[in-house]
């Protein structure tokens, strides 16, 4: 009887561990992982609190803050786009490096753009594990509870771009919409959606000098944009 | 006695006249983050985001148009949006993003762009 019980909790830790696993990183993992970052992303990204930071000098950074990258993306979208990156911002990181007036009017200069390095798949899984393990910011994710759904795609995109006004800046599908913001008809793959929902509702909490404004979205208004996104990701 | 100390309570008034007065080169940089996105480098409304608008974005080179706004009108387009001054919903709040005397740097600079010219 004895040993049957023990040998039942032991499957049970066992499983535990097995799923555990599936999500975790090993200490070494991370550690080389941080070498990496500290070796290869440090001059473009900042990894330390942007609080104090000032507009000035938040213009002039290369890239986006991977302060609280732990808190921002989905794990298995990170580790595949690091291996093989692509651009998700049509202007890059701050549109103004990248533009040209012309006579009709401000262009992104492409030749501007930049192209992100790649790493190997095992390089990918090292930086994973040490930019999932970066979360300052956790408090503002668990006041969000998100459950995507479905929504009408045509409401959806007029509610998108003439309601709330995204689409000024973002994209909701490729080659449509504003270009100085991230595309977002990838946002759902790529972003965990308590961190979409919370960075909508309050930019500047988690960056006090984001380009983004806060339109005071009420938490419906928030979910409705949230399932355009999930059916526009799709 | 009287002039004595009304001479004091002058200069601190002069003293925080200049304390408010708006900047505009600190606004410039507000402009830059901000406006230019859309109103575009120089301002003529020809932003990155707007051959993709709805709207299109004010010009603010337009003296004739924009010396019809008062400094309160545009401070009040930026903070709380278009929608608040009977514009476009596309113009949004920057309430998060700028100090009230931020904005009012914004204001001064976007006057050096619509009304200063050639002066």
Redesign the interface.
Known sequence: MKATILKKSGLVLLSAATLFAHNAYSATDIEAGKQLFEKSCADCHSITSNDNITLAQRLKEKAPTLYYAGNKFNREWLQSWLAAPTRLRPGGHFFMDNVKVTEDGDIIDESKLGKHMAVSAKQAQQLTGYLMAQTPKSALIQQESITLGKTNRTLGEKDFHKFKGCGSCHQDEDGYGGVSGPELYTSVKRLQPEFIASYTKMPEKWDPKTLMPNRHLNDNSVKKLLNYLNVISQ | MKLLQIIPLLCLLAGTNQALAADSKKGE??Y???C???H???GDG?????????VLPKDHTETKEMITRTDEDIFKAIKE?GKAVSKS?????????MTDEEIHDLVAYVRTICCEKGE
């Open positions: 940089v507000f830059q983050a901000y230019t996105q859309c575009g480098v120089n020809w932003g990155v985001n707007a051959a993709m608008m709805d949006g919903n596309l113009m949004p709040n920057w309430d998060a993003n």
